[in-house]
Structure formats: structure tokens, C-alpha cells
């Protein structure tokens, strides 16, 4: 049986450059970036939203007791 032969381009010195894609390191900054700043949106809006609860319950407190 004949033994199948490799492709010789595959193990070409200069090809030893590929390999896995991976995100560039200004990406990743990037990326960390906008999930800061989506965390930090997303607790000033919570914290906005207690704020305006705590209020109308001080409001209704005063008014209906």
C-alpha cells in the first residue's frame, strides 16, 4: 500500500507564521472599554431608578399617612 504523501507547502518555514486568528491587543482594549462603560450606564440607571422609587415612596409616605 502506498503511504500518502504530506504537503510539503504545509510545514514550509514561512508558514509557521499562521495559526489561530486572535483579537489584536487594541481590540481587546476596546472591547473592555465598552463593557465599563455599559456597567457603569447600567448602575447609574439603576441607581437613578432607586433614587426616583425612594422619592416617590418618601412622597407617598407624606401624603397618605
Not at 21 to 27: L, N, R
Request: no cysteine; hydrophobic share 30%; proline share 2%.
Amino acid at each position: 500500500m502506498k503511504k500518502e504523501s504530506r504537503n510539503g507547502h504545509a510545514f514550509h518555514p514561512i508558514m509557521r507564521k499562521g495559526g489561530v486568528h486572535e483579537k489584536t491587543h487594541k481590540a481587546k482594549r476596546k472591547t473592555d472599554r465598552q463593557q465599563t462603560a455599559k456597567k457603569v450606564n447600567d448602575y447609574l440607571a439603576r441607581g437613578k431608578k432607586a433614587a426616583e422609587d425612594s422619592a416617590a415612596f418618601y412622597f407617598y409616605t407624606l401624603t397618605f399617612n
